[in-house]
């Protein structure tokens, strides 16, 4: 069965946004981009909470063909394009969306048959609201964190309102970037 893996940048304390959703403080560079683009090219499904999708497609279906447009703009959006995406949503209607499911409910069991299917592992982008859902329901198999050299103070959290504690087993592909990221690698252990 395939495995739900939350990919996240995180700071120091805990944040994976600022306190608006603010991105900018994650510290991304061609060795890390490099690096991730190898890493998701085997993935074949992407999950993603109604925000982030949308941002997502504001961007990437036409990133790569801009004159302009970097070796990791190309590459992503190649990906982006062919990748099968899966997007939790109440409010998203999907029935014009190339190559998306929308799940709005029964959400643990919608999920169980995406991971019935033929495929590589499920990668959870960003999406906080959705990861913390998932978190809450013990849908999460795995974390692939990006941690960042950085102390927020405030912003929103990766992990809340966990009421259950959730044991994590640290898998041997981590790594540090020349920008001072480190990739953490953790399995849900159940």
Known sequence: MRKII??????????????????QWAQVDEELFDYI????????????????????EDYWPTAGEKPNA????????T??????????SKSLQG????NTTIISDNLADELAKVKQQAGSDILLFGSP???????????????????????LGQGIPLFKNIENKINLQ??????Q????????????VR
């Not at 499904?45 to 999708?53: E, I, Q, S």
Request: hydrophobic content about 40%; charged content about 20%.
């Open 6 to 23: 939350s990919f996240m940048h995180i700071t120091l304390d805990g944040f994976v946004a600022g306190p608006q959703g603010e991105l």
């Open 37 to 56: 683009g190898k890493r998701i090219q085997t993935g074949d499904t992407a999950l993603y909470g109604r925000k982030t999708y949308q941002m997502m």
């Open 70 to 77: 970097t070796k990791h703009e190309v590459e992503h959006s």
């Open 79 to 88: 990906w982006y394009k062919n990748v099968h995406k899966v997007v939790l």
């Open 95 to 98: 029935a014009n969306l190339k």
């Open 129 to 151: 609201t959705a990861t913390h859902c998932l978190i809450e329901q013990n849908l999460i198999d795995g974390f692939w964190l990006f941690l960042n050299p950085i102390i």
């Open 170 to 175: 640290l898998l041997p592909t981590t790594r």
């Open 177 to 188: 970037f020349s920008n001072g990221v480190t990739e953490l690698n953790y399995e849900v």
